[in-house]
């Protein structure tokens, strides 16, 4: 069998193909006998593309060629496939400084490459060394981007099993049984390994390759990096998030940091000084409604006291044994309130507390001289008011 076009020529975006009728019911596929749509593996994702314009969002090899699972079914016959080139072209940018890297990193380092993920925004390897120190990773990263500038040419080729045995092949793990022969990836001078993925035709296409970050993995270390048209894209991506930053708190970049810590500290000394006074006010208004007229206590807030309503409440019957105190405050979800009864007054507070809670339209509890609750809006607060102060009153 003829190799398949995306493997003979990463760089071919179309082909010209014959579709027969493949996939279940409600799942429509077409096979093909060829495709330019790489199936994945290797750690680097399928392809994405369109038959005869129709999306194809999977592709697998199977008995009659190239299985392309589609978004809506595409009538047999001759047909466009089209592969998504900006989507691959990227993936073979990583790619390609995955094979940099992982050379680099055993030879020069001796750290051996476990595992690589091609993800939507980082990519990553995972070596085989507990911690790698900064100096180490800005020396990697320097010497995979003189492989960058040399434009060292890359290719691809099938080699028989027992040649492939004469090479000085950097081992991938293979499948288990797998027979016939190995494809080869070489990077000119610096490499030679097992693949079966999609490559550039030279290291200068990487354009530029930034190591960012590492996290500990399994007594291994994971590496973090991008490389080609992401370096620029998310460059980018942060200036602007940058600019907005700047101009949020008119600032120049260098001293953005300083002015975001300065602000966050003012934030907090603003909130415990907001505290104090609440504290303060709270204070102010038990001393008020303790000295108002009459058996009844009534007062409302703009916004729930510390503490709550029926911490203020107590503390307003403290020094008036024959009241009762009714405090509402508007809270974000309605209105909350609460009765508190002083130490003389024979009131059964639950009862009187159920049926204010009625009047409301809300529900609370409590019992001996407390009673607390929410209503859904102050519309019913004078009804209530009047309730308790017939209470009081008899
Ligand atoms: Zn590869």
Redesign the pocket.
Known sequence: MSLPTYERDPYARELAVEVRPGGGEGEPAAWLADTVLYPGG?G?PADRGWLAGVEVVGVEPGPQGFLHRLAAPVPPGPARLALDWPRRYDHMQQ??A??LLTALAAERFGWPTTAFHLGPELSDIELDRPEIAPADLAALEEAAMAEVRAGRRVAARRVAREEAARLAVRSRRLPAGLTGDLRL?EIEGIDL?T???T?LASTAEIESLKLLGTEPMRGGTRLFWIAGGRVRARLARLEERVGALRRLFDSGEPELLAVAERKLADLAAAERLARRLGGRLADFEAERLAAAPGPLLDLHLESPPPGGPAALAERAVAGRPEALAFVTAAAADGLVFALAAGSTVALDLAALGAEVARVLGGRGGGSGRRYQGKAPAATHRAAALDLAGRAIAG
């Open positions: 290797g680097q790619h390609t995955q094979h990836v390994a693949c079966g993925g490559h």
